[in-house]
């Protein structure tokens, strides 16, 4: 496990919001939870650049907003989100449909 915890990762996803080069983002098996998920959905909403994102092995929470932010992400190809929280897997399954 990295040395990432939430409060930090709510500050580098804010900071992805205006990064107009990083493409790729590997947050993985960090201490990132809720506080970074609203960073990442608003990062999403104004982010041109990225294409993937690891979020895999932290407590990351899949929200509603979250998922409709990458489904809207126009650069977005692959996020990770194996051992992640799941909020709504109702959600999840029809995403992944």
Known sequence: MNKIDDINGR???KALSKNEHLQFLDLSSNEIA???AGGLTEALKENKSIKSIDLSNTNFPMTKELMLAIEESPSLINIDLRETK???SKLLFIYIL
């Open 34 to 36: 809720s506080q970074s």
């Open 11 to 13: 500050k580098i996803l």
């Open 86 to 88: 799941v909020l709504d």
